[in-house]
Nanobody
Framework: QVQLVESGGGLVQPGGSLRLSCVAS??????MGWYRQAPGKERELVAD???????NYADSVKGRFTISRDNAINTVFLQMNSLKPEDTAVYYC??????WGQGTQVTVSS
């Protein structure tokens, strides 16, 4: 049984930072990523990372977000800096094979 457990969401002011974590269990080291879904919008890719550590980013977050992973603890991180109100969404962890976490809310507001 594959499980993905996210943490690290919350409320932050514009320009602030948050770090999301996703711990995977029941799976080996596979490609993983972060998606987000804002109210009334479709779920979109934020960033993903191969099993070997190669990252890929949506244009909207390039230069502000960094995805990384620690294969020893099967955890993927998303460091989010210079946050904007338009980054407000539920952020979901995804693992290759169609597995999703439960989501964590990120709200950027003053």
């Amino acid at each position: 049984q594959v499980q993905l457990v996210e943490s690290g969401g919350g409320l932050v002011q514009p320009g602030g930072s948050l770090r999301l974590s996703c711990v995977a269990s029941g799976t080996g080291v596979v490609a993983m990523g972060w998606y987000r879904q804002a109210p009334g919008k479709e779920r979109e890719l934020v960033a993903d990372i191969t099993s070997g550590g190669w990252p890929n980013y949506a244009d909207s977050v390039k230069g502000r977000f960094t995805i990384s992973r620690d294969n020893a603890i099967n955890t993927v991180f998303l460091q989010m800096n210079s946050l904007k109100p338009e980054d407000t969404a539920v952020y979901y962890c995804h693992a290759r094979g169609g597995f999703w976490g439960q989501g964590t809310q990120v709200t950027v507001s003053s």
